[in-house]
């Protein structure tokens, strides 16, 4: 569940959010080999903030649908990527069952607190239709609070940070196989991880 803080940060910083990160080049490679490992064209983008995702996997013929709490995210997100099936959801609120072919999950988890994690990976495991596919992005590292970036100013947002075997661990106990993991580093290093649901 998102805290009222991370929101209103969110909300404020949707704007300068647009502005610094809608290249389509970004997570470009990642987009390619997650749709690569899809059994068809049903795509949930959880976190999809404004929309560069939800607009770039449209453009590559899937089926798209992206949910976020921000109110500002989403109405940049409309603007972008119209053709994707947009909803105001938190991620404890997913109730779908069996509907996608692979979850996206982009830079977004992180804004969980670990303790709420693991019934939001089961949810994301029963959204999922058989052999589906999830993908997560999460900053590596220790502990998990409210952390400020330079361009935030002085609005902060909660963040949990994960070592590998961490999130590894939380997955394949929430019904999923690791297929691949691999680290980059951007501004920070960057544990990203695609995983395949068990059964």
């Known amino acids: ?64 649908s992206g949910i976020d709490i921000s109110d500002e995210m989403l109405k940049i997100a409309k603007k972008e990527s119209p053709k994707t099936f947009l909803y105001k959801l938190d991620m404890e609120e997913i109730t779908f069952k ?11 988890l992180y804004h969980i607190k670990k303790k709420d994690i693991f019934p939001i990976l089961n949810s994301f495991n029963k959204a999922l239709k058989r052999n589906g596919i999830i993908f997560i992005t999460v900053k590596e590292g220790i502990g998990q609070g409210y952390h400020k970036r330079k361009y935030f100013g002085n609005l902060e947002k909660f963040y949990a940070f994960y070592e590998d075997y961490e999130i590894i661990r939380l997955l394949s106990g929430s019904g999923f196989n690791v297929i691949s993991m691999n680290k980059e580093f951007k501004d920070q290093i960057w544990i990203n991880i695609y995983a395949k649901k068990k059964r």
């Open 1 to 64: 569940m998102y805290d009222k803080i991370t929101i209103e940060t969110t909300n404020q910083l949707a704007e300068k959010y647009h502005k610094r990160y809608n290249d389509n080049k970004i997570m470009e490679k990642h987009r390619k080999v997650f749709i690569s490992l899809l059994k068809g064209k049903h795509i949930l983008d959880i976190g999809c903030g404004t929309g560069r995702d939800c607009r770039e996997f449209s453009k590559l013929g899937m089926i798209t």
């Open 98 to 108: 069996s509907k996608f072919n692979g979850l996206w999950i982009c830079s977004s």
